[in-house]
Structures are given as structure tokens and as C-alpha cells.
């Protein structure tokens, strides 16, 4: 008993610091991508990816960053970077959508639309 008493608080402070990094591996990456540093937002989502290959909201959200690249390229006639980012963005959106058939339904238009999904 006394043991237990003694271990509480450092168990209160694992328990805080894993609760911590959990949050800061779902927020983390998205505020970098509000922030214009897609680089380290796609370094995080992959860590996350790392950690569990079935998150649909990490995958959609490193389409959108390619997409997004993909249109700033297009806007510069830079078309063959512009279709490599379309191709990457397209290959993450259709991951998000097998795992997650019901949302993205944006994304499930825009791949059906460019020809990229067929069904």
C-alpha cells in the first residue's frame, strides 16, 4: 500500500505526458499545415502512419497537401510537377477512402472526375 502512494504521482505524470503526446501527434501536424510548412506536417503525418497504418484522417490530410501543391504548380504551368503532386494526392485519397468509404466524398468526386478511380 505505502508503494502505491509513493508511485501515484509519477504515475499521474506518465499518464499526463502520454495523454500530451498523443495530443500533440493529432494537432502538431495540422497546425504546421496552417502554417504554410507542409514538409514537417507531412514528417508528422507519416510518423502517425508509422504508428498505425489505418488512420483515414492522416492520409486525407497529406492528399490535401499534395493536392494543394499540385494546384500552386498547375497556377505556374508547372504541369509535370503539377501531376506528380495529383498522382501522390490521388494514391493517399483512395487509401483514406477504402478505409473510410462514407466521408471524403469531395475527394471520391475529384478522383472519379480527374479518371483516377474507377468504380
Partial sequence: MKLLIILEPYARRLARTVLLEVDTRDY??????????????LEYYHQALE??????????????IYHYQGVKASKKNNFETAKVMFDKAAEYWKQAVQLAPNNYIEAQNWLKTTGRLTS
Fill in 51 to 64: 504508428l498505425n497504418s489505418k488512420l483515414p484522417q492522416a492520409l486525407n490530410n497529406i492528399a490535401v
Fill in 28 to 41: 502538431l501536424p495540422n497546425i504546421y499545415a496552417s502554417n504554410g510548412e507542409y514538409v514537417k506536417a
